[in-house]
């Protein structure tokens, strides 16, 4: 590694470049104090126009909080992403977290009421009855999200040592220290649950993947709709029936230019027959040619299940249903975008270092997460976090799980779980960390089913009309039967399995481990 030969000082600091597929990000470090001098980017005039907001949302109080009329969610998020100086970073993360301690009575109090009903239906407390909906004891579903945890923990500990470490290369041992948990603030996300966005730090090889997929959608001349007969296609070539005319008149594909609209992607079954629609703001690129995949996967499933009663109207478990669109977006792979004719050559699967790197930062970077926010309120349903160890316990857990910490001292009093959505919310969220589970056995039984033999990552089932009769029989199933019967049915397994992911990531894996030898791994 290049610091290994340079290191700065503050009359001689180190330059830093870091540049991702828009920007590039510059910055002064002097090694010898482990603290960043000073730092640029082209994206400087956008971050100090919101930082500005963020610090005096109504032009008049400098000490003004994020609950300012001002300042919008997706632009601190945007900040998270896109901020490369440690101070800044604290203080945006800083200023969301703290808003979040005023609904720590309400929460508190909501948690006394939910517990007085569940107890009502005969559970010990919520967190029971939310555990009790997968077919097993409470006890039992927790021993299994533990032992699903346990597989795919090694690679996510790889992971972390790698990205800590060029973490601590970019920002110095202050803003880092070695074999510590690291920030929070510093993995480009207000929760630290997905890592893409430093992707300009921690990859290596190239950053993006080996196709241009947004060039190639110009290229061929896609555009929003075409982007979507496309995916619709996808299925077609599995064996399943074209979307309905209803779908083309009534799902939002492009954002109206009359109204302001919601444009977080969503599938809607809104007669719980025929009448399935997107509501999307589509553009032309990578990211929403993968995101209308996953969409249709929705629609589709919904489809599948509308014979069943309408209690049986659902995925198997709560996971179900997000790994089934995930599970298609997975098999958009350089072979699929060359039997469509969007690219003319397949590039070698040498080439893919990055692309696993980047996905990796998500998809990998969330499971203990996503094991995280219902672990702690289970505990706290449980009795065993207290209102007056909310803070302590959130913090404990996710070192444990995450090996992160707050950028700085957290206060006692503080709520900083209510920053989630989630938690406040009342939203379970262990279906999430099934879903990133279930996905790849998905995808990975497809793939055992087209008889695939090369790179997991590399494989692409469509066209397989078996694939899709399996599929479908699983999705007609809906909630009706136990799920592990729905997971048999297409993956001839009843239990739920991490080594999809293990295998899926073997090549990112070996090549963690040799650029982490040497390394001081853990926390």
Same mark, same amino acid.
């Given at each position: ?67 300012? =009329? ?22 945006? &993360? ?76 970019? %920002? ?22 997905? &890592? ?10 190239? =950053? ?6 947004? =060039? =190639? ?50 599938? &809607? ?30 629609? %589709? ?99 444990? %799980? ?101 295998? %899926? ?17 853990? &926390?």
């Amino acid at each position: 590694r290049l610091r290994k030969k340079v290191s700065g000082s503050a009359e001689r600091p180190r330059l830093v470049v870091n540049r991702s597929a828009r920007h590039i990000h510059v910055q002064l470090v002097d090694d010898l104090d482990g603290v960043t001098l000073a730092a640029a980017s082209s994206i400087e005039a956008d971050v100090r126009a919101a930082l500005t907001r963020i610090r005096n949302p109504d032009g008049k109080n400098p000490d003004a909080d994020l609950s300012g =009329a001002g300042v919008r969610q997706d632009e601190t998020e945007l900040l998270m992403r896109q901020l490369r100086n440690p101070a800044q970073l604290a203080e945006v &993360w800083t200023k969301w977290n703290d808003y979040a301690a005023q609904m720590k009575g309400d929460y508190a109090r909501m948690v006394e009421l939910g517990n007085e009903g569940a107890r009502e239906l005969g559970y010990a407390d919520l967190g029971a009855l939310w555990r009790s909906g997968y077919d097993m004891t409470p006890e039992e579903f927790e021993a299994e999200v533990d032992r699903l945890w346990g597989q795919v923990k090694p690679l996510y500990d790889q992971l972390h040592c790698y990205v800590r470490a060029e973490l601590n290369e970019t %920002y110095g041992d202050a803003a880092v220290p070695p074999g510590e948990p690291i920030r929070a603030d510093l993995l480009g996300n207000m929760w630290a649950q997905e &890592w893409g966005s430093i992707s300009d730090i921690v990859s290596f090889g190239p =950053a993006g993947a080996s196709v241009d997929l947004d =060039a =190639a959608l110009k290229a061929k001349g896609y555009d929003e709709v075409k982007m979507v007969k496309t995916g619709e296609a996808f299925f077609s070539s599995l064996g399943f029936d074209p979307l309905p005319e209803t779908f083309w008149k009534r799902s939002q594909i492009v954002k109206p230019r009359d109204r302001e609209v919601v444009c977080h992607a969503s599938a &809607w079954d809104v007669d719980l027959k025929d009448d399935i629609r997107i509501k999307m703001c589509t553009t032309v690129g990578a990211e929403d040619f993968v995101t209308i995949h996953h969409e249709l996967g929705h629609n %589709y499933y919904q489809r599948a299940y509308k014979d069943q009663p309408v209690l049986f109207q659902n995925g198997a478990n709560d996971g179900f249903h997000e790994a089934i669109g995930d599970m298609i977006a997975l098999s958009i792979t350089p072979e699929y975008l060359k039997q469509i004719g969007l690219i003319d050559a397949v590039p070698p699967a040498t080439e893919d270092m990055g692309l696993l790197m980047r996905q990796a930062l998500d998809k990998i970077a969330f499971l203990p997460f996503g094991l995280v926010v219902d672990k702690y309120r289970w505990n706290v349903f449980s009795g065993e976090i207290t209102p007056e160890t909310y803070n302590e316990g959130w913090w404990a857990l996710r070192t444990q %799980y995450q090996g992160i910490a707050p950028p700085v001292a957290r206060a006692p009093g503080g709520f900083d779980a209510g920053a989630k959505y989630h938690v406040p919310g009342n939203v379970p969220y262990t279906r999430y960390f099934l879903a990133r589970i279930l996905q790849f056995q998905f995808y990975k039984a497809a793939c055992d089913q087209v008889g695939w033999k090369g790179p997991l990552h590399r494989c692409s089932f469509y066209g397989s009309k078996e694939v899709g009769k399996r599929l479908n029989a699983m999705l007609e199933m809906g909630a009706s039967k136990p799920w592990p019967d729905a997971l048999e049915a297409f993956t001839g397994t009843r239990q739920m399995d991490g080594s999809a992911i293990v295998s %899926y990531f073997a090549p990112l894996m070996d090549e963690l481990k040799k650029q982490n030898a040497g390394k001081q791994c853990g &926390w």
